[in-house]
């Protein structure tokens, strides 16, 4: 807390300078004691600011009118916000303005204040470690364990800390909106647009980039688990699980599985979409190179069916896997030749997605029926236009899985 306390101390006067000509209103800062260590006008530093002295007592935001103001001797009225480090005090806020103006301001400074904190206590360390980690995950995600050259590899990883033979989970995190971002609630308070200078959109990239990285480190606050990100919109977690039974490895996938829709619920606050996919579960370093790949085909795949953001499990993806890796023949051809004519057809790929979903619901009409909003006699007659069109049989099980397995395979290519 001493190292926070003094790089306050360090950075408030620039800090309250860049802040109050940004927002046009004068921003203080004080240490733990009340005492301004950061403001416009120099003449104040080393003052005491008395509304700040409550403010880190109770923890809490105060307003102070123009009578106030003048009462505790202030020069201005105006809000006074505490400033929190890891859940701990460590000073205060205060922005100029009658009360009912700067209450929508608030909350932003004293986010930006903590978040410029952040950037400045970490960047140093995050720079230089970061940046092996990275690369450590990209020799992982290209190792060849047939080689059986894993000495160099493992060496390399022990230097950062790092065991990488324990087991591990691994968690592919994709920004579905990176480049359109609309960052009103977004935890570093940037903003991006396509027009603006490449250099300053670098800085902006840049600050994201290691503030998502604190987030997961947030989630995943065991040294051993392995956070990096592989590009500007691609972030890994390999979180470190436990090799128990099969008891124990359903409840470490459920904790993935919980702490993966924490994270995509977190970012999404931050006005960032999220696809995570969760690959299949590896126990040594051999296995982790394919659960790397694993999670990434998970998002790869959940984008092809354009579903909604979110967290993705291998285990709902085995179908689609299984049909990527069929090799197709003349007679697959032929089928997937007339899908891909009725396709074209507006009235056609209405018949075909009602028929996937008459598949996917184990052929009950009336469950199908339910899960599009129709009424039965409608799926019905949509299946009947599907057979007089296709020549499909649909009481001929072997003929129905086939022309389902053809139109999930186009779907996906």
């Known amino acids: 807390m001493k190292e926070v ?13 860049y802040l109050s000509s940004l927002m046009g209103r004068s921003i203080i800062i004080t240490d733990i004691n009340g005492i301004i260590i950061g403001a416009p006008q120099k003449e104040r530093l080393g003052t005491l600011h008395r509304p700040s002295v409550p403010c880190i007592k109770y923890k809490k935001i105060s307003f102070d009118d123009e009578r106030t103001a003048k009462e505790m001797g202030v020069w201005y009225p105006g809000s006074t916000v505490p400033l929190f480090y890891n859940g701990s005090v460590i000073g205060t806020a205060a922005i100029a303005g009658s009360p009912e103006v700067v209450l929508e301001f608030t909350m932003l400074v004293k986010n930006q204040i903590e978040s410029l904190l952040r950037e400045k206590v970490h960047t140093p360390y995050l720079l230089s470690s970061q940046k092996n980690i990275n690369e450590l995950v990209r020799e992982i995600s290209s190792f060849d364990p047939r ?16 065991k990488l033979e324990l087991p591990r989970a691994v968690m592919a995190i994709f920004f579905s909106n990176f480049c359109g971002l609309q960052l009103n609630k977004n935890p570093m308070k940037i903003s991006y647009d396509s027009y603006t200078d490449p250099i300053a959109e670098e ?6 980039h290691s503030r998502v990285i604190e987030i997961l480190r947030e989630q995943f606050p065991d040294p051993q688990n392995i956070i990096a990100g592989t590009a500007r919109d691609r972030f890994v977690v390999m979180r470190v699980i436990s090799a128990g039974d099969e008891k124990e490895t359903i409840a470490e996938d459920e904790a993935v599985t919980a702490a993966a829709q924490e994270i995509y619920k977190n970012l999404k606050e931050a006005s960032i979409e999220t696809m995570i996919g969760l690959g299949h579960p590896a ?22 069916l354009q579903l909604a953001p979110g967290v993705h499990h291998y285990e709902d993806f085995r179908l689609e896997e299984m049909i990527l890796c069929m090799r197709p023949n003349f007679s697959t051809r032929s089928i997937e030749k007339k899908f891909t004519e009725l396709i074209k057809e507006e009235d056609s790929r209405e018949l075909l997605e009602t028929f996937l979903v008459y598949c996917e619901s184990f052929f009950s009409k009336q469950l199908a029926a339910e899960k599009l909003h129709l009424h039965r006699n409608t799926l019905s007659y949509r299946l009947m236009k599907l057979e007089e069109k296709t020549g499909l049989r649909l009481d001929h099980f072997p ?14 290519a």
């Open 203 to 208: 800085i902006n990239y840049s600050s994201m």
């Open 399 to 412: 003929q129905v899985t086939a022309c389902y397995l053809t139109l999930k395979r186009l779907k996906l």
């Open 283 to 304: 126990k040594n370093l051999y296995e982790l190179p394919m659960a790397y790949k694993n999670a990434w085909d998970v998002v790869e795949t959940a984008g092809k």
């Open 5 to 17: 306390t003094n790089m306050l101390e360090r950075y408030a006067q620039e800090i309250s300078e």
């Open 147 to 162: 080689t059986g050259e894993n000495e160099t590899l493992i060496q390399k990883a022990l230097r950062l800390g790092i």
